[in-house]
């Protein structure tokens, strides 16, 4: 049985005791889930550094950055929903760790919109906070570093304990916290993982010393690297559909594919995080993590096995083909607000009060990247992301050529396979049929797999917490190695350099709108064809 195929056993096993009341039932179900989780990853991933699962020993886990944005609205949730499911190992600490001089009553308070607690769950939820500690220190302070390390051992009964750090820091404080992590708080008797979130530097340089300082500290192995789109269910299952399916495989090339587009489009603007948005943009928020990542998987060879490093060294190799992007390779855009509506779409990106008022920030992007190598010459791939578009939705468009040797007077359409990531997980075939009835003429249709319907009974996990917990189970498939950052960041690195220095000016385009129609022109320029033509009536269930 496949890992991939385990790990849905997994989501049926959580839906299953999602739906059930009785507690004994759910512990049992958790631990049924959780081992055919650690089963999943155990064949492939294992003994990266000696160690496993620990199940029965204690763990801690810090937050550094507890009293902040992210802490509040993705971590603390995460660790909640994974502590009420019972996947994570029995004796589980969390220790919170900031500047501010607060409590684990406030923190709690403040995550309490984003942990969705059902009544019934109330006891449970109690349960979880009193296992939270709270500590206030400074990130540049070794003896403030040493107390933590103290409070922490205090959870550390028996032979082993491990310890797992979330910096949920802005990246000017890394390097403080990373050195004093390192000289006052490593686990003493077990294993020390760090989780690190983007931005990872700002460009190749920042990157690169920032990768060289960790590797001084930790191992490869220690760090773990999050892009949250890997933890995705259709980006996980990106590699199942190509490897796992006879049917793909022979198509998936320069003869039959036409051009890939990886899209990322939200309904909304920077909502308050314009200050933070506007020192990067969106080629570095959406385009060189996310989506890059989806292109690695989508356009890698089949690795040796399903082992990570297997794995990373394919996506490595598919992205040292790729040239560094070139600005007419690129649209970039900025919004501005709509006059017709009312609320945030009347404002701009400008409008935004933390945005200086003559920012070049782009807030879209579309880039066309080339992989030079033998599978790929000549098909182009389409990365397009922006805020403030017309929806919310994250997919993969492999658009296939024309079908050669036409005897239907150009009625026949591309072929094209949609794997939707967001909203509403579905994988579409776009092919065509005979019209159904006497006439012999001919239709668009779609051969459907809408996650929503085949799969009703799965609840789907979120993306953190399935990242979180393969932190806990010592998988690193699901995480960005060293050397795909640095290469992620070859591509990007000039052309943001230039936007910068010559100051490119975005494309306004309307909040609620598809983005600058010039970025459609590239997109016909690139063997994308949009006809307009296709109709998708919704099954009624
Ligand atoms: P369409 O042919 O309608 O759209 C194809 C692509 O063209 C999209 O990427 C679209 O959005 C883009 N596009 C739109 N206008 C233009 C333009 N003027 N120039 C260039 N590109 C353009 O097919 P879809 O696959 O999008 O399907 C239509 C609808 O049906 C969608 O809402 C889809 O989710 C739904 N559907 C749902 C299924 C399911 O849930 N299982 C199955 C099949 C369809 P953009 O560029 O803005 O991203
Ligand atoms: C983050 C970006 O990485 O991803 C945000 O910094 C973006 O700008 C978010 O909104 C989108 O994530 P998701 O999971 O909601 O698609």
Redesign the pocket.
Known sequence: MSAFFKLCLLIGAVRAFDSVTNATTDAKNSEICLALYRKSLKSKDMDHDGTHFDGQYPHVFIILGASGDLARKKIYPTLWWLYRDNLLPAKTFFFGYARSKTSIEEIKTKCEPYMKVKPNEASRYQEFWTLNHYLSGQYNNRTDFEKLNQEISQFEKGPIANRLFYLALPPSVFEDVTIHIKNTSMAPKGWTRIIIE?PFGRDFDSSQKLSDHLATLFSETQIYRID??LG?EMVQNLMTLRFGNRIFGPTWNRDNIASIQIS?K?PFGTQG?GGY?DEFGIIR??MQ??LLQILTLVAMEKPATCHPDDIRNEKVKVLKSIKPLELNDVVLGQYVGDPQKEGEAKLGYLDDPTVPKDSITPTYALSVLRINNERWDGVPFILKCG?ALNERK?EVRIQFEDVPGDIFDGKPKRNELVIRV?PGEALYVKLMVKTPGMAFDMEETELDLTYGSRYSHVKLPD?YERLILDVFCGSQMHFVRADELSEAWRIFTPLLHQIEQERVKPIPYTYGSRGPKEADELLLNNNFTYTGSYKWYKPSL
């Open positions: 983007k949250h789109y995705k990322f939200e995080r948005f928020d959406i993590n996310h805020k994250a967001q993306a």
